[in-house]
């Protein structure tokens, strides 16, 4: 067996939700001969530590070079890796979301676009004008195991309590927030109790204050509480049937396994879409009644920009919060959803045709620019490297 030459990594993701974090997890899971610096400020980077949790390890300090980096869904970040002359390999999740230049990065050695059904929305963005050569790679999900079942349904909310959403005043944010747990989390908790349906975890950015008006209305025995990703793949292998706001990462992550799957109202722009590009054809998913989210209206902040679009989908949720009405409106949905919904859920069985050996693929393409990097530099002075230079960018 032979032994893989070890090198350095900067690492970088963009800073909203988990998945990104949760992808970079999977791919490092693959360069285990890898020293990895986390890019971005200390607050942050304390946070996806946390939730990436004992299984990856991270230098204390940075070198006073890198060999290569790997950068997810954040072309800032990105770009000023670039400057510094550390070869970028850029994992662009959602190529379907990239509208503007400033969503693409300047110069990558290799650009990683996920996999997605392209027949159902066109890749019409400015990653075509780049002149990048485009790696398509299979979704990034953690390897397939067999699912047991059996232990019930697991609801998750990622997306909820994102931080560095850049543009949109946090009491806006935190009110979106309270607005969805209040339209949609807790009502479907009562419609799933309601019914004798069993629930074995509630999962996602939940914070603890919701975790405690959950606990107080479920049984002990359901978990409440974020998850890391080994956690959530052990919780997810045990469950007949996966609720989830509509998150790329986690719809994948489910069709991998063949979990019946149901689509929650979408929390931001990319998830409206996930929705739209993941389902089944005509499938009935819990999507915001047009009283509450207006899609032609939609469609018109779509060019106005991502701070037009997720302030005019939280201010929405907002409203509708205090409407007893919408709200009611929005608990009708749900139930209807749940009464209708087939027993093989509502996403797209031809998604696992997209593959699952995403991480493994872009670790390839890490360690050959690692390789080339190292040779190609020999006899070349240091370069002094800061890991504390990028913004924190803000899309989704």
Avoid at 14 to 38: C, D, F, N, Q, Y
Wanted: proline share 7%; hydrophobic share 40%; net charge negative.
């Amino acid at each position: 067996m032979s032994i893989e030459p070890e090198f350095s990594l900067l690492a970088a993701t963009r800073s909203i939700g988990w998945g990104g974090v949760g992808k970079l997890g999977l791919i490092l899971e693959k360069l285990p001969s890898a020293h990895v610096v986390l890019h971005g400020d200390e607050y942050t980077n304390a946070l996806k530590k946390e939730f990436l949790g004992s299984h990856h390890k991270f230098e204390a300090r940075p070198p006073t070079r890198c060999d290569v980096a790997l950068v997810i869904n954040d072309a800032a970040a990105a770009n000023s890796i670039a400057d510094l002359n550390v070869p970028v390999v850029y994992v662009d999740s959602l190529p379907y979301m990239r509208v503007t230049d400033d969503d693409i990065p300047e110069k990558v050695a290799f650009y990683c676009a996920q996999k997605y059904p392209i027949e159902l929305l066109p890749l019409t963005s400015p990653l075509l004008r780049k002149g990048h050569d485009i790696s398509w790679i299979d979704p990034i999900v953690p390897t397939p195991q067999s699912r047991h079942g059996g232990r019930g349904i697991v609801i998750n909310v990622g997306g909820l309590y994102t931080y560095g959403l850049a543009g949109l005043p946090s009491d806006l944010v935190n009110d979106a927030v309270d607005a969805y747990l209040n339209l949609v989390l807790f009502p479907l908790v009562d419609v799933l109790q309601g019914t004798g349906r069993e629930i074995s975890a509630i999962c996602g950015n939940i914070n603890t204050d919701t975790c405690r008006r959950l606990r107080a209305i479920v049984p002990d025995s359901v978990t409440v509480s974020p998850q890391s990703p080994h956690a959530f793949e052990r919780i997810l292998a045990d469950a007949d049937l996966l609720i989830t706001s509509p998150g790329s990462t986690t719809i994948l992550q489910a069709i991998s396994i063949n979990l019946p799957t149901l689509l929650l109202p979408s929390q931001n722009r990319s998830q409206w879409f996930n929705a739209q590009i993941y389902s089944k054809p005509n499938a009935e998913i819990m999507q915001w009644p047009g009283s509450v989210l207006d899609v032609a209206e939609l469609e018109r902040k779509l060019s106005k920009g991502v701070v037009a679009l997720n302030t005019y989908i939280y201010r929405s949720m907002i409203d509708a919060a205090t409407s007893q009405d919408l709200s009611d409106e929005v608990s009708t949905t749900i139930r209807n959803a749940l009464l209708n919904a087939p027993d093989d859920g509502v996403l797209n069985p031809r998604l696992s045709a997209l593959g699952d050996a995403g991480a493994d693929q872009v670790a390839q393409f890490v360690k050959q620019v690692a390789l080339r990097r190292q040779k190609d530099r020999q006899g070349q002075p240091d370069l002094e490297l800061s890991v504390d230079t990028a913004p924190q960018d803000a899309d989704r």
